[in-house]
């Protein structure tokens, strides 16, 4: 058996990570991955009438329980939510956290994305990837020899350009967990985005029906970014298979760190050869 892999996922708030790229984090998990979440806000400007510590302490429990759903470490950090900028105080945060966890593949935005903590995530991890390798940058955490691929998580963004996926991924048959996992956010989920989409009269109050309800939604979700890149699933896993993708997720290569040669493609996407 080759060693487990160890995916960092590097998001701007609880629940970016499992929506986006909550098939990837099952399938490693499922295969005996390690897996660890990070969001890099405390979530504690994302409610209508919660806000400051409070919040912050609800979102790190939903948080951790939403990692528990695939045994997986999800951690908060204390900047506040709606003020991250591309520090080189943050900068060398996510360098110590690549560091001590030595990630064989990160996934994080793309530094062009409509929230500004997100694109502050996706401009540090891109600053932080060749640092990671740089002896006099943060001489206390012991350098990597090597960067991680760092990957995308997929978005619907058209400019400066759409997403351009090199790795896409049936996440069918994980459905189910990544809506447990995104169901452990009420305060998301259930209260905060739906009222910031004027749809907070449409929320179930039973909690077997609004889970359904929050199914319905995901899966449109999920299935609109199987229609969209149909051509590269039916690429990946031939015609018979690649048409009826129920689910998909996709990940554009950073080309800022390590590249994705047939090695490390074999190496961290090893199911899609199965
Ligand atoms: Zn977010």
């Not at 039916?234 to 997720?249: D, H, L, S, V």
């Amino acid at each position: 058996m080759p060693d487990p892999l160890r995916l960092l996922i590097l998001g701007a708030h609880p629940d970016d990570a499992e929506y986006h790229a909550g098939g990837l984090a099952t399938i490693y998990r499922r295969l005996g991955h390690a897996v660890k979440m990070v969001s890099l806000t405390s979530g504690d400007a994302g409610h209508h009438e919660m806000r400051g510590p409070e919040l912050a302490d609800r979102r790190r429990r939903e948080a951790a329980a939403a990692g528990a759903v695939i045994g997986a470490e999800y951690v908060t950090w204390d900047n506040a939510d709606g003020f991250l900028q591309p520090t080189i105080e943050l900068r060398l945060a996510v360098i110590g956290e690549l560091r001590r966890f030595r990630p064989d593949l990160v996934l994080t935005h793309r530094p062009d994305d409509y929230h500004p903590d997100h694109r502050a995530v996706g401009n540090v991890v891109r600053d932080a990837s060749y640092m990671v390798t740089v002896p006099a940058i943060l001489p206390s955490e012991p350098i990597l020899r090597r960067d991680p691929v760092v990957a995308y998580m997929p978005d619907r963004f058209t400019k400066p350009y759409p997403l351009q996926p090199d790795v896409v991924i049936d996440v069918t048959e994980h459905f189910e967990t990544i809506v447990d996992m995104l169901a452990c956010h009420e305060s998301q989920f259930f209260e905060w985005l739906p009222f910031n989409r004027r749809a907070e009269g449409q929320v179930p109050r039973d909690p077997a029906v609004r889970r359904a309800w929050l199914r319905a939604w995901y899966a449109n979700h999920l299935h609109s970014a199987a229609e969209r890149w149909r051509p590269q699933l039916i690429e990946t896993y031939g015609p018979q298979r690649g048409e009826q993708i129920e689910f998909a997720e996709a990940y554009e290569i950073s080309e800022y760190a390590a590249p994705l040669d047939g090695e490390a493609r074999t190496r961290l996407f090893s199911f899609l050869s199965g």
